[in-house]
């Protein structure tokens, strides 16, 4: 006979799960050489380049690196982008109200350090409101878009505002793309994944 269990023992459940796989996926990350990072997050920079929404975009949203912590780096994403007179935009994280809103800046040296060790914009840098694309980081994430963050929960509040019309993009290293992201009602699953080795759409759960 089939187990089940109400809905406060599932998101227990998945909460949990989530923990895990966080604390797993942040120590694998953790191992890999700053010199494999580098030429990892080259060749996810040279999918997104190659991307069509990015190349007809007119104003993209970026994260930068937390120091540390082996994110993808999309700086030289970043370059090319205002480069071609593209706005780029970038997360700015209010501490008391949690709200993550976008902000131009086209000279990171401007940036203030943020709540979560994260440079981001000064709070007089311009919002920027219409996005064409917004770049996600994942510690995790899978077919259907569904990914794992820190677990602050920012982009899964800020996407709803802003995708459609922007198109969301999770990036991530090979080995974060995983078959099944454990996730919950307020999980917000991205349109599109990039990796170092393909770019596909997300294909909605079943």
Same mark, same amino acid.
């Given at each position: ?20 796989l966080?604390? %797993? $996926? !942040? #120590?694998?990350?953790? *191992?890999? @050489?700053?010199?494999?990072? +580098?030429? &990892?997050?080259a ?38 982008? %205002? $480069? !071609? #007179?593209?706005?780029? *935009?970038? @997360?700015?994280?209010?501490? +008391?109200? &949690? ?15 943020g709540?979560?060790g ?5 709070a ?18 899978d #077919? ?5 963050g820190y ?49 596909f759409?997300?294909?909605?759960a079943?």
């Open positions: 006979m089939e187990e089940s269990f109400d809905a406060e023992t599932v998101a227990e459940l998945t909460r949990r799960a989530k923990v895990e966080r604390k %797993r $996926a !942040r #120590g694998l990350r953790a *191992a890999i @050489p700053a010199a494999a990072i +580098a030429e &990892r997050s060749r996810i920079v040279s999918r997104l380049e190659a991307e069509p929404v990015i190349r007809a975009a007119r104003s993209v949203s970026l994260f930068w690196p937390i120091p540390g912590k082996n994110e993808v780096d999309l700086r030289a994403l970043a370059e090319s982008l %205002r $480069a !071609r #007179g593209v706005i780029t *935009a970038w @997360p700015r994280i209010d501490s +008391a109200t &949690r709200v993550m809103t976008f902000h131009r800046v086209d000279d990171p040296a401007s940036f203030v350090p709540p979560m994260l440079g981001e914009p000064a007089d840098a311009p919002v920027v409101d219409a996005l064409d694309v917004v770049i996600v980081p994942a510690l995790l994430v #077919g259907s878009g569904y990914r794992l677990g602050g929960g920012f982009y899964d509040r800020a996407l709803p505002t802003l995708c459609p019309p922007a198109v969301s993009i999770a990036v991530a290293f090979d080995f974060q793309l995983m078959p099944e992201v454990p996730h919950a009602a307020h999980d917000v699953a991205v349109m599109r994944v990039v990796v170092e080795s393909r770019a759409d997300a294909a909605p079943d």
